[in-house]
């Protein structure tokens, strides 16, 4: 069979429905979007230069002030639903209630500028149809049985959203420019623009309300993202199978922010993740055509700033910030698509930005000929009165006079007004500084402990488990029955299992943590046959809690976020987050930063989360050694945070449960094993588990009358042991500090106190001097030891944590080992 020349295409018919297809696929590249016409201007689509009616048509649907990016969209029916809504007549809008919206918007931030000229405030203006866009997607979501909504945004009109939208007094925020909280002197508080605000939308009669949570957001702009999502998601839990269509999550992104900021599209990817969905969210950009003094083209790429959402197969719509009615259009198809088809979808709103990044800021220096358009231009509310044909002087005489009133009545105020209110499943917990009485027994009785052991190493009959699954449940069962030692893998089960028989949740995400990244867990056993899941934590008694243990993407900033605020609406259950290694949280350092660390003392927010961080010197290089210790230590202050690392599976076991059990709510660090995780030194008796609670300092055992003490945490403890049984030594006693902090000062005092005779204390540790918890303990140890010489044993400082050889880390352990046994020392420090 001969090969042919290849034959000229013929074109195909110009038939109408091609015409609309093209409009539908490139309108937007030819709607009219920038108010301002500087940039995004209509480009030139050889498809769409057609003369006729239908194309005319089409040009007035898909050109307009709105611009609508969804043939991308596979999916038949939700692309045939945005057709139908897109090209049928829409009704009139409520024109009173927009002209309102606008005209509160823009006194608001014009009263704010009159009266604290100078002020950062991060106005609005430019983008206040954003007002009746979130007015519009609240009524639309509370038609349809929509009961509360978590808003996530950065500073950039932040304060407005609270007055018009949230339904916080203007007083009340008046009241943060006068600068009268006594915690902001103090060094605790936040500025007003970063605080979270809880309200209630209400419609024009009152009678329809949403609940609104607007979460506190530092000025790391994005970070809020992922957080929101946890937050949803816990409160969906709440809501049962309905969650989905009783909470919608709202963001609220800025351009450059959205388009630069890498946690954005982490936090978009759990859109439809299992354990992270929510159901769909909608997504607003508060489109500046400005970062900051950066242009478009020098914060992104690409033509649209929202373009990093095209990852997701959802409708992206551009409005003209400056057509009030085509935003309320938007915010109705935005809503009622969410409602529909449970997916996520996004509106960038595009209009200007009246002053500079902030107000004290001059933007005429970098952007001259922007802001000589913005200087005369005339406020929205204006223009929309002119368009409708209404004088809007008086309802903005009225509305100015009565944002007086609230801010003289902000200047008598001799405190604050507060603008949150925490839910009452908040009740029973409490934060502040650690108290003696927040202790707590965590044993078990044996009995106990061998029965949910039963349950844990037992499988359905018709399921084909894996050889080696089979023989490591055998073992796990001999470990409940008290024939073997447990491990750290099944004391967690155990405390996990307790936990939940008690009614106590239990959420656990992180890379590869069903099974484990050391092949410890193996929470969830997979059928060899049809790969169907089981957990045997979800099957231990029918009205146990729920457990829930997910495989996460591979993220730390957005997972560990979803956590935090998850826990901060579910805070009744064990929230966990594990890291594959330990220092891979540095890829969350923000979410540490700004929220787990900090979160209490800007804004009042509690949290439980625990961060699992496998932590230890086992010459496997730099990024699998250290978790960081010197990182959260030097976070730590005013009992802010719980820093732990357990040295035997019994401390473990009861060190998560007394996170659960207690009402002191702070987030725990634990410095989790790898190598001991199996170790018989770290193994323990189940009658261990049996022990009353958690010790914060592990005592020494074998050695009555030490003349040295060394102190040290986890895996070194071990090794030191060995070491001293193997030189015969009798004079020099080993001590693990559990908790690190809150620093146990009373528990070591009368462990000095106990062993007057021991004339040398020495702090060991595996990490280099610059790091682990060296520069923490030893202070404080000498503070203690009223006279008593206080040493150090470490690997030098160093740049890097740990050597990328085998053979080095294991010349360097050797000689560590030998330098903490090295009798008197004459120097301070003892370095390798």
Not at 79 to 108: K, Q, Y
Not at 283 to 309: K, M, Q, R, W, Y
Request: hydrophobic share 40%; net charge neutral.
């Amino acid at each position: 069979m001969g090969i042919t020349a290849a034959q000229p295409l013929q074109p195909v018919p110009d038939t109408g429905s091609n015409i609309m297809d093209d409009f539908r696929r490139w309108g937007y590249l030819q709607a009219k979007l920038d108010p301002l016409g500087q940039y995004l201007q209509p480009q030139v689509i050889p498809e769409l230069e057609v003369a006729n009616p239908l194309a005319d048509r089409a040009r007035h649907l898909y050109c307009g002030t709105i611009g609508i990016e969804f043939m991308q969209i596979a999916d038949g029916t939700k692309r045939r639903w945005i057709e139908e809504r897109f090209e049928r007549e829409e009704p009139m809008p409520d024109r009173r209630r927009i002209l309102d919206l606008l005209v509160r918007a823009d006194i608001f931030e014009q009263v704010l500028q009159a009266r604290y000229p100078g002020t950062k405030r991060f106005s609005l203006e430019g983008v206040t149809a954003l007002i009746p866009f979130l007015d519009t997607v609240l009524h639309c979501a509370a038609d349809r049985g929509m009961r509360e909504a978590v808003l996530a945004m950065s500073h950039r009109g932040r304060l407005n959203v609270m007055a018009n939208v949230i339904g916080i007094a203007p007083a009340a925020i008046f009241s943060k420019f006068e600068d009268i909280d006594p915690r902001s002197v103090l060094g605790s508080g936040d500025v007003k623009y970063h605080l979270g605000a809880t309200g209630q939308w209400k419609d024009a009669s009152g009678n329809t309300t949403v609940d609104l949570h607007l979460v506190s957001n530092p000025s790391h702009l994005e970070a809020v993202d992922p957080v929101a999502l946890g937050r949803t998601r816990a409160k969906q839990v709440r809501f049962g199978s309905q969650g989905e269509d009783r909470v919608l999550p709202v963001f609220i992104h800025g351009d450059a922010a959205l388009a630069g900021q890498g946690i954005c599209a982490e936090a978009l990817n759990l859109a439809s993740v299992d354990g992270f969905s929510v159901g769909g969210s909608v997504h607003i950009v508060v489109n500046n055509l400005i970062g900051f003094t950066a242009g478009p083209s020098e914060s992104n790429s690409s033509l649209f700033a929202s373009d990093v959402a095209k990852r997701l197969a959802i409708p992206i719509l551009h409005v003209n910030a400056e057509d009030p009615e085509a935003v309320v259009r938007a915010a109705q198809f935005a809503a009622e698509y969410r409602s529909t088809f449970h997916n996520d979808v996004l509106v960038d709103l595009i209009g200007y930005r009246r002053y500079g990044h902030s107000e004290i800021d001059d933007p005429t220096v970098t952007q001259p000929i922007r802001y000589a358009r913005i200087k005369n231009h005339p406020a929205l509310y204006r223009l929309y009165a002119e368009q409708i044909g209404v004088d809007p002087s008086a309802l903005a005489n009225d509305i100015q006079s009565a944002m007086g009133a609230e801010q003289a009545a902000a200047g008598r105020l001799k405190k604050p007004s507060s603008i949150t209110t925490l839910p009452a499943y908040w009740g029973p917990y409490h934060g502040g500084c650690y108290k003696a009485e927040d202790e707590l027994d965590t044993g078990l009785p044996t009995a106990r402990l061998r029965t949910i052991s039963e349950g844990l190493s037992t499988f359905p009959d018709h399921f084909h488990i894996h050889p080696k699954i089979k023989k490591l449940l055998e073992q796990r069962a001999e470990m409940g029955r008290g024939k073997r030692p447990l491990d750290y893998a099944m004391a967690e089960a155990l405390a996990f299992g307790s936990l939940l028989l008690d009614g106590t949740s239990v959420r656990l995400s992180g890379q590869d943590s069903q099974r484990g990244t050391f092949n410890q867990r193996h929470s969830v056993l997979v059928d060899s046959e049809t790969e169907k899941p089981y957990t045997p934590l979800s099957n231990l008694a029918p009205d146990q809690a729920r457990f829930e243990i997910y495989n996460s993407i591979l993220s730390e900033a957005a997972v560990l976020g979803f956590e935090y605020g998850f826990s901060r609406d579910y805070p009744e259950a064990l929230v966990l987050w594990e890291a594959q290694f330990g220092d891979f949280a540095n890829g969350a350092q923000a979410i540490i930063d700004q929220f787990i660390a900090a979160g209490e003392d800007k804004w009042d927010l509690l949290s439980g989360l625990v961060l699992l961080l496998p932590h230890g010197y086992e010459g496997q290089g730099p990024e699998h050694s250290s978790a960081r210790i010197e990182r959260y230590l030097q976070l730590a202050a005013r009992d802010n945070i719980q820093i732990c690392q357990p040295s035997n599976a019994a401390q473990y076991f009861h060190l998560l449960r007394r996170q659960a059990m207690r009402s002191w709510r702070k987030p725990l660090i634990v410095f989790t094993p790898k190598s001991m995780l199996r170790h018989p030194d770290a193994a323990s008796r189940l009658e261990d588990l049996a022990a009353p609670r958690f010790q914060k300092i592990l005592l020494e055992t074998e050695i009555k009358n030490p003349e040295r003490l060394l102190f040290c945490t986890g895996k070194i403890g071990h090794e030191l042991r060995v070491e001293r049984t193997r030189r015969k030594d009798i004079d020099t006693g080993i001590l693990f500090i559990e908790q690190l902090y809150p620093w146990p000062a009373d528990e070591i005092a009368a462990v000095l106190n106990h062993y007057p005779e021991a004339h040398e204390i020495v702090w060991v540790q595996e990490e280099p001097a610059n790091m682990g918890a060296l520069s923490f303990v030893v202070p404080r140890l000498r503070r203690l030891a009223r006279g008593r010489q206080v040493h150090s044993v470490k690997r030098s400082a160093a740049a890097s944590p740990a050597t990328g050889s085998a053979k080095a880390h294991a010349l360097e352990q050797k000689t560590l080992l030998a330098a903490s046994f090295g009798g008197e020392v004459k120097t301070s420090d003892r370095k390798l």
